[in-house]
Structure formats: structure tokens, C-alpha cells
């Protein structure tokens, strides 16, 4: 039996991702059909005046998968580039590290807020059974608990991504 011959259109992070698994996996044949004269899409950089420059944000989440993870250093090699994070949000009027730590968050946010969280992380612990996971909101409010969900993370998506809901 012979394995298809697949065209994949465009060299982002997907295109190169699935035509690596396709070749690695000795699924099929794969031609790259890019525009540009590198890959890379979005998560790609370029120079400007000597100086390189991203085209986006691109940063791996710290739960990237470890398979996923190896499979980029793979691809990549040397320019996948290890950056630590020291971002900060403002949530609530106040500067908060991001990403969310829990002390730095308990420490930082109001009272009301602090109970909120206090509240959600006693509910995981008793809570029996698996929660809810019919839709991505579900997930979040899952592992994040609600208080973070509403305050935070529901406003920020929507600021974002634009309208829809939780």
C-alpha cells in the first residue's frame, strides 16, 4: 500500500507541526507550500535594521506538552530560545506577576477578592467526581476556579478575542 501525497498550505507553527508528524509518522508524503521565503507564520521573526523582530507573541504555555515540546526542539534546534517570564497584569487596580501565582496573588489582591479564591481552591479539594468539561469556559473555570474566571480571565478573553460568552 502507498501512502498519500498530501499538500499542506502555509509554514506557520500548524503547517510545520503537521507535516513533521506526517513525515515522522511515515503517513505520507508531504510538500509545504509557504508565501513567504522562510516559514515560521506568525510565530516567525525578521530583521529590521540588523535588529531581529518577532512578528507576534509566540511563547510555549508552561503545560506545552512534553511530546509537542520535543517535537519543537526537534524541528528547531538552537533557535528555540528558553526566556524567562516576568510579565505583570493590572487586575482589580493593583499590579499583579503574571503569570498568576498564587501567594503573589493572595498577597496583592483585595480581601473580597482573596476570599473568592480562598473559596474556589477549598471547593476543588472537596469537590468529588469530574467537573464539567462541555465547553472551553467549563475547562477554565475547572482549574482556575470561578472568582479568577470572572474577574480576570473572562474579561481579558473577551478583550481579546471580542464579544461572546462564558
Known sequence: MSIPHIAIL???PAGVGAAFQLRRLDRARVTLLEQQQVVGGNAGSFSWRDQPLDHGSHRLHPSCDSVILSDIRTILGRSLLDRPRHGRIRLR???IHF???SLDLLRRVDLGFGIG???DILKKTITTGAPSRNSFADVL?????????REFYFPYARKIWGGGRD
Request: glycine letters at 24%; charged letters at 25%; aromatic letters at 4%.
Open 93 to 95: 487596580d493593583r499590579w
Open 99 to 101: 503569570p498568576l501565582k
Open 117 to 119: 479564591i480562598t473559596g
Open 10 to 12: 502555509g509554514g506557520g
Open 141 to 149: 473555570r475547572a482549574s482556575l476556579g470561578e472568582t479568577i474566571c
